[in-house]
């Protein structure tokens, strides 16, 4: 896979509401390394990719909800390096028409037209997709393929994470992330310097990601979660929440996803705004892309007459 590093900068934000309280604060734009594997989902698969290659693999099979990031991307990826891939998608319901679920989902249909194949599960069913019969029942299905763990978290993933923060990032005291399944924050953690800390913004409710991040990352590094900008929990949404990334868009001209870098972005401006950091504090946020999921979203927004993302 080809460097996008030079694709990457790292964009300082300049908005009224934060300017007296003496913190920089500097986005590192991931989400331009690639139009469709972008952020994080570029580096948790680059090196399962090569992993891939090297045992010989020519399909990629992974799991997700039916707006996945991660289900887009690797599909993508699979068109750019010559594999096959297959999505194992939760709800079983979406499969009964194929064609009308695509007309409605934005984020299948880029799947499907980079060649992605669908085997549509019961929630109950998917929630056995770990366990070695499961997949043994999918093998006899599809044959041979390489396993991309839902969310691509896995030991090579937080590799390619750790790949995140260049020379010069050592200036900054506090790098943010926003948590789905906890591999990049792990990559994160690894490569921090003594001084610098990690906060975490999880996108879901519950005290799980903790262990799940322990099991990745170097102990005696300095790292937090912060669990109090989720919005209610995974996809969830207000109009406080829409009304914040589009201006900040506006402002700063970076469009942000509403699962992700929109929640952990809020959280970051309103703790500077009520003084969690110290003054002159210089702050790192990550953007890890995701932006595919922004038209799934202001279409369920539409229904609900609500305000949609610019």
Request: glycine share 10%; net charge positive.
């Amino acid at each position: 896979m080809k460097n996008p590093d030079n694709k990457i900068k790292n964009q300082l934000i300049s908005l009224k509401d934060i300017e007296a309280f003496g913190v920089e604060l500097y986005m590192k734009r991931e989400d331009l390394i690639h139009p469709f594997i972008s952020g994080n989902k570029y580096r948790k698969l680059k090196y399962n990719i090569l992993q891939a290659d090297k045992q010989g693999k020519k399909t990629l099979l992974t799991f997700g909800g039916a707006y996945s990031n991660h289900i887009s991307a690797v599909a993508c990826a699979g068109k750019e390096f010559a594999f096959d891939t297959i999505g194992i998608i939760r709800g079983d319901e979406l499969g009964l028409d194929l064609e009308g679920t695509l007309s409605k989902n934005p984020t299948l249909r880029t799947a499907a037209e980079h060649g992605m194949r669908f085997k549509f599960v019961s929630r109950s069913d998917y929630r056995e997709k770990h366990t070695i019969a499961f997949i043994k029942n999918l093998k006899e299905e599809f044959g041979d393929f390489y396993l991309v763990p839902e969310g691509g978290t896995n030991k090579l993933a937080v590799k390619g994470c750790e790949e995140i923060l260049k020379p010069g990032d050592e200036n900054f005291d506090v790098i943010c992330c926003a948590i789905g399944t906890g591999g990049t924050i792990s990559g994160l953690i690894n490569s921090i310097h003594h001084h610098q800390k990690v906060l975490g913004f999880p996108a879901l409710k519950g005290d799980f990601l903790e262990k799940e991040i322990k099991k990745y990352t170097i102990e005696g590094k300095n790292w937090s979660l912060i669990n109090k900008y989720h919005f209610g929990g995974f996809a969830k949404i207000s109009e406080e929440l829409i009304d914040f990334m589009n201006t900040f868009h506006t402002k700063s001209s970076i469009p942000l996803d509403p699962i992700y870098t929109g929640k952990m972005m809020f959280g970051i401006v309103d703790m500077i705004k009520t003084g969690y950091f110290k003054e002159g504090t210089r702050i790192l946020a990550i953007h890890t892309g995701g932006l595919q999921g922004i038209e799934g979203m202001n279409m369920r927004l539409q229904k609900k007459r609500l305000p949609v993302i610019i």
